[in-house]
């Protein structure tokens, strides 16, 4: 089988794509990778980095992340690739932009269409009737060209099919995954919470995100104010950048929340979840976050608003609580009943560790390739 990918994204959907291409070259798929380095981001880099280790053909073709006219120039460097390098049995476009190019790869000798939205923007509360048009209408618009869908979560499914009126048959459901393993837990858990000067016996409250409007960053920052006022051994971590920082750093300022709250940037460390006692987002909408998962392996009691996956990692009032987009004071009640109970957070934490075995990178790739190989014809992978 041979299958070009396209990805013009960074961050959870970069992880994505680079676990999936080496699950798949694992399988023996011949895989390319198309990305553009417009948005290039640590994530993304340290993912190509691995990727070049691997029997997986890199190509970078600069891709505008919203549309414009370039999107053209983009089309044809991409299809040119895929006539040279092809035929290619499958093409799997990620998020907006790599799915509406993959899709658009026509007179190419590719054979199937695939198309992982991570989060649909029409998924977006508060944008615009024209834009939310707009996009309803190409996602549309595209699907007629495309074989299939793939959902993350049962939010983006649901949406597909019922706000978008894709054909459910071309919708297929399939979990975002990862292959974790945390070890020297005690020695990391330390060393994180010292280089960020917290304390043994502190509540350490964390969210590992992009500072931008659809994580609704702001919210969480309000929520844990309400919940400082209550407590004198409680922090709040905010690991990521973005370009809402300085805005933030100023709504702690506002709060009085300054002293209270760590600003560590991007951190390397894939296991910086240790350090938290609590695990939190607050965004707006998500397909899959990749951020819940780090948490369900981690072994961490979820405090989330009710976005695409967050019905399948939480368990409410099992391993976490899930409430309402913006609501800051349910999210505070629901950081207070955590930060006040000891044994409470340990037995989310243990839910969490236990729920994490059922979403793997290994099921992810097993169940993508199952989909590549019923839409491919009996026989015709890597014909020439």
Not at 32 to 57: N, Q, T
Not at 298 to 303: D, K, Q, R, Y
Request: hydrophobic fraction near 45%.
């Amino acid at each position: 089988m041979r299958v070009l990918m396209i990805v013009e994204a960074g961050g959870g959907v970069a992880r994505h794509v680079v676990d999936l291409c080496s699950g798949l070259c694992a399988k023996g798929v011949d895989v390319h990778l198309i990305y553009s380095p417009k948005r290039m981001d640590p994530v993304l880099a340290e993912g190509l980095s691995s990727l070049s280790r691997l029997p997986v053909k890199i190509c970078p073709v600069p891709m505008a992340h919203k549309p414009a006219f370039s999107d053209f120039s983009a089309l044809v460097k991409i299809r040119k690739y895929a006539i040279n390098m092809g035929p290619f049995d499958i093409v799997h476009g990620h998020s907006s932009k790599g799915g509406g190019l993959a899709r658009l790869l026509f007179c190419a000798g590719i054979q199937v269409k695939c198309y992982s939205a991570h989060a649909f923007i029409t998924m977006k509360p508060g944008i615009s009737w024209l834009e939310r048009t707009f996009y309803r209408m190409a996602e549309r618009f595209l699907a007629y060209f495309g074989n299939a869908v793939i959902a993350t979560s049962t939010a983006e499914k649901e949406h597909a099919e019922g706000y978008l009126g894709i054909a459910s048959e071309k919708v297929f459901l399939i979990p975002n995954g990862i292959n974790k393993a945390i070890e020297d837990t005690q020695n990391l858990r330390g060393n994180l919470r010292h280089a960020w000067g917290v304390s043994d016996e502190e509540v350490l409250v964390g969210t590992v995100v992009r500072f931008v409007e659809q994580k609704a960053p702001d919210v969480l920052m309000k929520a844990f104010a309400k919940v400082a006022q209550r407590f004198d051994h409680v922090r709040l971590v905010m690991v990521g950048d973005g370009t809402m920082k300085q805005q933030l750093m100023k709504v702690a300022e506002k709060l009085e929340i300054t002293h209270l709250v760590v600003w560590p940037g991007y951190v390397k460390e894939e296991n910086l979840m240790v350090a938290f006692d609590i695990f939190t987002l607050s965004s707006g909408y998500e397909g899959f976050p990749y951020v819940f998962l780090d948490a369900l392996f981690t072994g961490l009691p979820i405090v989330t608003t009710q976005v695409g996956g967050s019905d399948m990692v939480v368990d409410e009032g099992e391993n976490g609580y899930t409430i309402p987009c913006g609501n800051v004071e349910a999210m505070s009640k629901a950081l207070f009943l955590l930060v006040a109970d000891d044994k409470l957070r340990n037995r989310m934490g243990l839910a969490s560790l236990h729920k994490s075995k059922r979403f793997s990178a290994s099921e992810m790739t097993e169940k993508t390739f199952a989909v590549y190989n019923s839409l491919l014809p009996s026989g015709a992978q890597g014909k020439k």
